[in-house]
């Protein structure tokens, strides 16, 4: 069955980097629109980043400059590279898959993670 696991989560200080990822099984990447959301304390889970079948990326507002979104097709994993970090991106990072090209909002994902924390604390 379909199966995802994040990881590569932590704490670093404002400034710093992270490279989540996500390892998919039971289907391939290549073939699903693929997404990182995000949710921090007390807020709704937002998307991030997407990542279409025809291998272009989205990215939700300025994240663009800080934040990109790749994959490996051999591994059939899933990357998140966040430069930059601020505090305001403290969050649970949620990797998601949909067979649907150009899935963005949360409720189109049928294939969820369980989540990586990603603290930026000074």
């Known amino acids: 069955q379909v199966q995802l696991v994040e990881s590569g989560g932590g704490s670093v200080q404002p400034g710093g980097s992270l490279r989540l990822s996500c390892a ?44 990109t979104i790749s994959k490996d097709n051999v591994k059939n994993i899933l990357y998140l590279q966040m430069n930059s970090l601020k505090p305001e991106d403290t969050a649970i990072y949620y990797c998601a898959a949909d067979p649907q090209y150009g899935a963005r909002r949360s409720r189109d994902f049928d294939y969820w993670g369980q989540g990586t924390q990603v603290t930026v604390s000074s």
Do not use: H, V
């Open 24 to 67: 998919a099984s039971g289907f391939k990447l290549w073939q699903y629109t693929m997404g990182w959301f995000r949710q921090a304390p007390g807020k709704e889970r937002d998307g991030a980043a997407f990542l279409d079948t025809d291998g272009s990326s989205t990215y939700a507002g300025s994240l663009k400059d800080r934040f």
